[in-house]
């Protein structure tokens, strides 16, 4: 959520911002000027309302101790009372289509963003060189079937298109990366959390993901006396929500998480003809890095978890780039986002597999999560931050066709080796 203050100090400047995100906010953003100056108009009445309630409330006693008829004084209360409900209603009215503007304005783009969209987005950095090979390569969908490693035609049994079954192998492969990213995480210091992978409707809202995004869930049917849950779409959800309604000490911060979570998505729309098998599904595995930091330090954190997430990427070898997106292609929560992509050879291009992304201030004021700072009385808003380190269901695809060799087989990355247990995978003999 904006703040307020900057809305009405710099109306302009949000608006313009906010457009170079692709959303014209003119509109949305006078009306929140004007029900913020009718809410605090009705807040003053009713308290003065109240306070002449109390008044004559107080007189009631004194008179009937001197026998002096309270007949007016009751009317007057009694008027006072429908005023004051009538004043209640209306405040709460102003205030609920108040809330329902402010949530739906995105965060802001910092200014250093180019405006629009993907087609805007700009690579700052390569690593490595694209993969030539002395043979006509396959893609990943028949290495991974002729290895054994994923049974596509099941998964679509169990539960239909846009899920698979890592088997053999290719279930070793999987559970290897996120060995590898957990391990590598833990020795830089981030403490691992296990989260609930149904989430109520107050985390959603927190990540900014709700109420627009809210369809693009799987809600679970629940009781009408229970909590209504959703299945996380990813850790984010849950960790930044972790501190919700909490005032954290300034020697707390920063707060360093990550979580291994399925994640579990819609994924509306149809699939475009390169990306067969898994790199795009309705659930996948993804390890999760998130920070709670003082406002001055999340620029370096944001830089800290690019760097994590590149060096993860290194590690296994690839050819990848970093890119800087654009403002209207950083989701609807976030300030700030790099996106780390893999060439997968099959597809002529690059396939994100990390977004790092920095919300500012932006989901602390959603979630009321704040800090003091030391001989301060005030709280002040955390930063909050996340990344992906890493997604697993491209990376696997860009380890087999980048790493396969001329008979059908796959070259295990070596920092994989000692969790997989063999250094290349074969093809299964019919």
Same mark, same amino acid.
């Given at each position: 959520?904006?703040? *307020?203050?900057?809305?009405?100090?710099?109306?302009?400047?949000?608006? +313009?911002?906010?457009?170079?995100?692709?959303?014209?906010?003119?509109?949305?953003?006078?009306?929140?000027?004007?029900?913020?100056?009718?809410?605090?108009?009705?807040?003053? /009445? !009713?308290?003065?309302?109240?306070?002449?309630?109390?008044?004559?409330?107080?007189?009631?006693?004194?008179?009937?101790?001197?026998?002096?008829?309270?007949?007016?004084?009751?009317?007057?209360?009694?008027?006072?009372?429908?005023?004051?409900?009538?004043?209640?209603?209306?405040?709460?009215?102003?205030?609920?289509?108040?809330?329902?503007?402010?949530?739906?304005?995105?965060?802001?783009?910092?200014?250093?963003?180019?405006?629009?969209?993907?087609?805007?987005?700009?690579?700052? %950095?390569?690593?490595?060189?694209?993969?030539?090979?002395?043979?006509?390569?396959?893609?990943?969908?028949?290495?991974?079937?002729?290895?054994?490693?994923?049974?596509? /035609?099941?998964?679509?049994?169990?539960?239909?298109?846009?899920?698979?079954?890592?088997?053999?192998?290719?279930?070793?492969?999987?559970?290897?990366?996120?060995?590898?990213? *957990?391990?590598?995480?833990?020795?830089?210091?981030?403490?691992?959390?296990?989260?609930?992978?149904?989430?109520?409707?107050?985390?959603?809202?927190?990540?900014?993901?709700? @109420?627009?995004?809210?369809?693009?869930?799987?809600?679970?049917? !629940?009781?009408?006396?229970?909590?209504?849950?959703?299945?996380? @779409?990813?850790?984010?959800?849950?960790?930044?929500?972790?501190?919700?309604?909490?005032?954290?000490?300034?020697?707390?911060?920063?707060?360093?998480?990550?979580?291994?979570?399925?994640?579990?998505?819609?994924?509306?729309?149809?699939?475009?003809?390169?990306?067969?098998?898994?790199?795009?599904?309705?659930?996948?595995?993804?390890?999760?890095?998130?920070?709670?930091?003082?406002?001055?330090?999340?620029?370096?954190?944001? /830089?800290?978890?690019?760097?994590?997430?590149?060096?993860?990427?290194?590690?296994?070898?690839?050819?990848?780039?970093?890119?800087?997106?654009?403002?209207?292609?950083?989701?609807?929560?976030?300030?700030?986002?790099?996106?780390?992509?893999?060439?997968?050879?099959?597809?002529?291009?690059?396939?994100?597999?990390?977004?790092?992304?920095? +919300?500012?201030?932006?989901?602390? %004021?959603?979630?009321?999560?704040?800090?003091?700072?030391?001989?301060?009385?005030? @709280?002040?808003?955390?930063?909050?931050?996340?990344?992906?380190?890493?997604? !697993?269901?491209? *990376?696997?695809? +860009?380890?087999?066709?980048?790493?396969?060799? +001329?008979?059908?087989?796959?070259?295990?990355?070596?920092?994989?080796?000692?969790?997989?247990?063999?250094?290349?995978?074969? @093809?299964?003999?019919?």
């Amino acid at each position: 959520m904006l703040d *307020i203050k900057l809305i009405k100090e710099n109306p302009n400047d949000v608006i +313009a911002r906010l457009a170079a995100k692709g959303r014209d906010a003119a509109d949305d953003i006078h009306e929140i000027l004007e029900l913020d100056e009718k809410r605090r108009t009705l807040i003053a /009445e !009713t308290e003065n309302i109240k306070a002449e309630q109390n008044r004559q409330t107080k007189l009631v006693p004194q008179m009937k101790k001197e026998g002096k008829d309270t007949t007016e004084i009751f009317a007057k209360m009694k008027e006072l009372g429908a005023e004051y409900k009538a004043g209640e209603e209306k405040l709460s009215a102003v205030e609920a289509r108040y809330r329902e503007l402010m949530l739906g304005l995105p965060n802001l783009p910092d200014p250093d963003l180019a405006p629009g969209g993907k087609e805007n987005n700009e690579p700052i %950095r390569y690593f490595g060189k694209p993969h030539e090979f002395a043979f006509e390569p396959k893609n990943h969908v028949d290495l991974c079937t002729s290895c054994g490693l994923i049974d596509y /035609e099941r998964g679509v049994k169990l539960s239909g298109n846009g899920f698979w079954v890592y088997r053999g192998y290719g279930a070793r492969l999987e559970w290897a990366l996120l060995n590898y990213f *957990i391990d590598t995480h833990i020795a830089d210091g981030y403490e691992l959390v296990l989260v609930p992978h149904m989430l109520g409707y107050e985390c959603g809202l927190t990540a900014g993901q709700f @109420p627009k995004f809210a369809d693009e869930v799987y809600w679970l049917d !629940t009781a009408e006396d229970e909590r209504r849950r959703f299945m996380l @779409p990813t850790a984010e959800t849950a960790l930044v929500s972790l501190h919700r309604d909490e005032i954290l000490s300034e020697e707390e911060l920063p707060k360093k998480y990550i979580s291994y979570t399925p994640c579990f998505r819609r994924e509306a729309g149809s699939y475009r003809a390169d990306e067969r098998g898994m790199v795009r599904g309705h659930q996948f595995n993804k390890v999760e890095m998130v920070q709670y930091t003082k406002p001055e330090d999340s620029d370096a954190a944001f /830089e800290e978890l690019v760097g994590k997430a590149e060096r993860l990427v290194a590690g296994l070898g690839f050819h990848f780039r970093t890119v800087k997106l654009a403002a209207a292609d950083c989701s609807a929560s976030m300030a700030r986002t790099y996106d780390i992509e893999i060439h997968i050879p099959s597809m002529n291009g690059y396939k994100e597999v990390s977004s790092v992304s920095n +919300a500012r201030d932006y989901q602390a %004021r959603r979630g009321m999560m704040r800090f003091k700072r030391e001989g301060s009385k005030k @709280p002040e808003f955390v930063h909050t931050l996340n990344g992906s380190g890493l997604a !697993t269901s491209r *990376i696997l695809p +860009a380890i087999v066709e980048q790493n396969q060799n +001329a008979d059908g087989s796959v070259t295990v990355p070596e920092v994989l080796r000692k969790y997989v247990g063999v250094d290349v995978i074969k @093809p299964i003999k019919k």
